[in-house]
Nanobody, 124 residues
Framework: QVQLVESGGGLVQAGGSLTLSCAAS????????MGWFRQAPGKEREFVAT????????RYADSVKGRFTISRNNAKNTVYLQMSSLKPEDTAVYYC?????????????????WGQGTQVTVSS
């Protein structure tokens, strides 16, 4: 069992930066693939980024590639999402998710554990 708690969301101007954190509890966190998803009002929850348990392999949605960076610190049981060059269309609730089988897939269905989400609002 893994519990996830996101933090770091807030209001930022377009072009600005923000770093989200996801703190995980559970002894096997370091073996889980981790992902970030987001959901804007009236839209489906969409994939943002994922990272392998080692941190070596990452995948990104085309919409954030080159602007967002996912990373993890297994000693601190924490996953990060560094966001830069933010755009108004990045406004959403951002969710952290864990996949015990480390499939690194860009779909919600493979992630068994989810956080409660943190709001990111980018003003124009």
């Amino acid at each position: 069992q893994v519990q996830l708690v996101e933090s770091g969301g807030g209001l930022v101007q377009a072009g600005g930066s923000l770093t989200l954190s996801c703190a995980a509890s559970g002894r096997t966190f370091s073996r889980y693939g981790m992902g970030w998803f987001r959901q804007a009002p009236g839209k489906e929850r969409e994939f943002v980024a994922t990272i392998s348990w080692s941190g070596v392999v990452t995948r990104y949605a085309d919409s954030v590639k080159g602007r967002f960076t996912i990373s993890r610190n297994n000693a601190k049981n924490t996953v990060y999402l560094q966001m830069s060059s933010l755009k108004p269309e990045d406004t959403a609730v951002y969710y952290c998710a864990a996949d015990p089988e480390e499939r690194l897939a860009p779909i919600r269905e493979v992630y068994d554990y989810w956080g409660q989400g943190t709001q990111v609002t980018v003003s124009s």
